[in-house]
């Protein structure tokens, strides 16, 4: 089965004068500093009994993610001390101006699994000018693997590029999602997935929506959808999945009925079917 296709875009100036190309060198050489800074303070997080938590008991936060966080700031702020930084923890250190670079961080994605000692997290490093993102990075602590895209210039895994996948029949499709945070709207969420699920090839949680989006620009997935994403979680992978080749809608306006906490990211052949779905099945409700 042929599960390649799609193009990048042109290629394209950031504004201001930044170059994507380069800030995804920035992006990607800051996230491989930090991967490696998450997994030498992994040990002291993994199964702790005492941990800080955010926006429900679920919603946790690890030395690892403040101690992560600060890293990338400091790096960003010694390369580029005119930018700003969006990160998860430590929140925007301003709002910018038109054609400022602003960098938008998660420090450790995935920090449930960084927690129970699973290997599907990340660091995700993204950098957009006027609202949109240019570059990108997110870098596997555990495998090693490094994810990273240019606006214009395509998306590489270890320097490979990537294409997102052909296929375009719904029912084969192996599609990702997540589950929020909070308790009613992951309820809503498992009930929209139990009446899609048999309308789909299969389903994957992973608990780390940027290496989702990566999977689907590699063409590893089908697909992904999930409600309730920040910025952060969707900022460098989504990029990624973009130059890939995929169709890319993140939380915002709401064109497709999804609703406007929706993120969709598909491959061109799949996008508008699997859109057609969820709503029919009940996602704006999410």
């Not at 910018?96 to 961080?105: D, E, F, I, L």
């Not at 320097?159 to 029949?169: M, Q």
Request: charged content about 20%; aromatic content about 4%; glycine content about 12%.
């Amino acid at each position: 089965m042929d599960r390649t296709v799609g193009r990048p875009s042109d290629v394209v100036a950031a504004p201001g004068g930044a170059d994507p190309g380069e800030l995804a060198d920035l992006a990607e050489a800051v996230a491989r500093e930090t991967a490696a800074l998450a997994l030498a303070v992994r040990e002291r997080a993994v199964h702790a009994e005492e941990f800080d938590t955010k926006s429900s008991a679920t919603d946790v936060v690890t030395e690892g993610d403040h101690a992560c966080e600060a890293l990338v700031r400091e790096r960003l702020a010694a390369a580029r001390p005119d930018d700003l930084v969006l990160g998860e923890e430590g929140g925007t250190s301003g709002t910018p101006a038109p054609g400022q670079v602003r960098w938008v961080v998660d420090p450790i994605d995935g920090t449930v699994n960084y927690l129970h000692g699973l290997p599907w997290f990340s660091v995700s490093v993204g950098a957009e000018v006027d609202g949109r993102v240019v570059a990108g990075a997110v870098v596997e602590p555990v495998s090693g693997r490094v994810w990273r895209a240019a606006r214009g210039q395509g998306a590489q895994r270890d320097g490979v590029p990537l294409r997102v996948s052909a296929l375009g029949d719904r029912a084969l499709a192996v599609v990702g999602t997540g589950l929020n945070y909070d308790p009613g709207r992951r309820g809503r969420q498992a009930a929209v997935l139990a009446r899609i699920a048999s309308r789909l090839g299969d389903v994957r949680r992973t608990g780390c929506a940027s290496l989702d989006l990566c999977a689907v620009a590699a063409g590893w997935l089908d697909g992904f959808w999930e409600h309730g994403l920040q910025p952060w979680d969707v900022a460098a992978g989504g990029l990624i999945a973009e130059e890939a080749g995929a169709v890319v809608r993140l939380p915002g306006s709401d064109p497709d009925g999804l609703g406007p906490a929706a993120t969709l990211v598909a491959p061109p052949a799949l996008a508008a079917a699997l859109t057609a779905l969820l709503v029919a099945e009940g996602a704006s409700e999410i």
